[in-house]
Every structure is written in structure tokens, then in C-alpha cells.
């Protein structure tokens, strides 16, 4: 039997596979890779059913619409994740019968990230795609007993947030390589401030940083004039209404054109995706003038009740912005170059907020990306958790509280 052949058999015995499992399964299944492989804007109904090998009227028949289908998908996916959290708890146990160092509490948070967001991929995107209450319980309690298992008790908050917000940078792939060193250095920066108060090296991220901007290019070429105002316009609509509200009749009304207009100039749907991307990470990833925000000074006690009210109130519309991005370039190949300088870019807002918080002193670049990584954890959980707004600022202000000046 030729190559050929064999792949050809190879895929007639996994359709078959497919067709013999139930249709609420197909279309559940189907959907846990759609979110784990294809870009968002890919994603419909018609591709849904297809992948599926069913028929858009299964969907209502089994679900009743397509938001049960997706919350059944979640519910699935978390089902397999606590399983994925139960075996890897076993597996640290032995951890509680010794005396773990730095080192190794860096090497196991690392090794649990990159494993779940690389051999847990479809986990993980569903996590991102239909998070809710119940992945956010499931997930702070793991990370709370790891903590403990690896002797970061006092510091459980601080690690589950830190986790979930690292987590989604670390599902942006761009060199698998330099991407894990990354993750090894913010994770070790971070250990290394909570057990010592000591500043990390940020060596590789500044690497990183500069061979991802040397990759990155901006193929719409947004330009000056009327396109530059469609970028503005199509940032604005994605930073406030995600992806889904990024659509030529909007952008044209945000623009004030018409919307033959925005069509002559962008073309395609996609490609006024990509434009938002582009023009969102741009103005909130490299943008921000450090010299105004080091005018800026406030005490560190104020400057944390400053960031709980921004973060928990909703009122800090980069985190935000940061969410929708990671989303939509999670898949594809020409998300790539964009993937790369979203994972290690600049962050003068960070940089200067941690700055106030530590007093005055400058912190390097690994450790405000595991300070952001935290606060990412922070709002996702005030968004998405159950937990009452008394509880949820008791634990950000304990995620928060370890870079505070020690009394």
C-alpha cells in the first residue's frame, strides 16, 4: 500500500470513528477543537456542523441553540480538566515529605503551565472561550493545593492568579523554544521576589522582545488617512464589544463613513479583524508616555487601592483589550508574528504601577510581566467568579499585598 493510500485509509477509519459516536458528542467534540486550532474568526455554525459531520438542526434538537451547545462543551472540558488536576496533584504529592527549593517551586508552576496549555490545549481554549464560575472554583482550588504541596501557602492568591493570567500568554505560540525560556524566567522572577524579595534577570525576555519585533510586520499597512481611521475605529469597537462586535456596518458608523467605503478600503471581514488586532496592540501594548505616568506618585498603600477599584470595578479597559487580543490570535498562521510581540511586550503602565507599589524601586521586566500576569488573574476572576465583592477584593488584595513594602 502506497503513502498515499495509507492516509487516505487512515482518514476513512478515524470519519468512521467520528460517525459512530453520538451527535451531541460529534458536535461537542467538534467545538473543543474549533476553539483549540482555528482562529476565531473562523468559527460559525457552518463550520461547526461540517467539522461534525451533522446538521445544523442537531444542534437545536440537542441543545436548543448554540449558547447551550457551547456551555455543554464547557462543562465537558472542565469535567476532563478536574481529571488532568487530580492526576497532577498525585503526582506532586511526594513534594509534602520534603523541603522544596525556589528552583524547584519555579520548575513545577512552569512545568504545570506549559503542560497545560500545550498537551491540555483543548482544555485550556475552552477554559478561554466559555470560562464561567465553575472553571474559576476548579481552577483557584488546584492552584491552592499545589501551592501548598510545593510550600507557597502564604502566597496561594498570588500563584492562582499569577497561573491563570500566564497561562493565557503561554497558549500564544510563537517559538516553542524561547516561548517555555520565557516562562521559566517569568515564573523564576516571580519565586524569587516571594521568597526573597530579590529582583529576577529579564535577559530572556529582552531577547525575546527584540526577536519578536524584528518578526513582527503589519501586513494591512493601516497608513495615514482614512485607513488609520478605520484601525482607530475598529480598536475602539473591539477593546469595548470583542470580536463579535467588529463588523463593517459598526466600524463605518464609528468612523462616521459609509460603509461601502469601509469595504473599498479594508475587503474582507478578516482582514478588519486583523486590522483591530493590529491597531489594539499597537495603541495599548506600545503606546503610553513614561514620563507622564513617572509624574505620577502615590504612596503604596494608595496605589494598591487604586488598582483593586480599577480592576475589580471594570474600570481598567487594557486588561480588557489584552483579553480580546490573546482570543483572537490564539490560532492561525498569520497571527503568528503578532503572537510574539504580544507575549513580551513593553509595559510602561505595569512598570509604573508596580514602581509605586514597591516604594520607588524599578522593578525589571520579568517581574512586571508576572505582576501583570496576576492582575490578568485578578479581573478574569472578578468577571467571571461567583464569589461575592467583599471576597473577591480580599483575595486580590492578597494576590497584590506580597509586592507592598514589608512594615
Known sequence: MGKAQEIVTEASIIGREIAAKPTELRLIDALLGMW????????????????????QAAIHYHFGDVERLYAAASAAALTQAEGWMAMRLTALAPLELVAVSPALQAAVITATIADWAAHQRRLAMAARHAPGPEWERSHREFWTRLAALIGLADHAEAIACYAHGEAARHLLVWNRVIDRALLE??????????????????????????????????????????????????????AAQGHAGVTFRAVAAQAGVTLGKVVHLVGTKSQLLALALHRLYEREALGGDPEQFQAQRFAPDEMLAIMLDAVLGGTQPVLAAYDEIERAIYNGADHAPLRGVVRAMEDPSGTWALTQLLGGAVPPASLVAAFSAILRGVGHRAVHAADPPETLRDEAEAALRPFLPQK
Open 185 to 238: 524566567e517569568t515564573t523564576t522572577a516571580l519565586i524569587a521576589w516571594l521568597g526573597a524579595r530579590r529582583f529576577g534577570d529579564d535577559g530572556v525576555r529582552l531577547a525575546h522582545r527584540a526577536l519578536a519585533r524584528a518578526d513582527y510586520r503589519e501586513p494591512l499597512q493601516s497608513g495615514a488617512g482614512e485607513r488609520a481611521d478605520l484601525a482607530e475605529a475598529a480598536a475602539d469597537l473591539l
Open 36 to 55: 483549540a486550532e482555528m482562529p476565531i474568526d473562523q468559527i460559525s455554525v457552518r463550520a461547526l456542523v461540517h467539522e461534525a459531520r451533522s446538521a
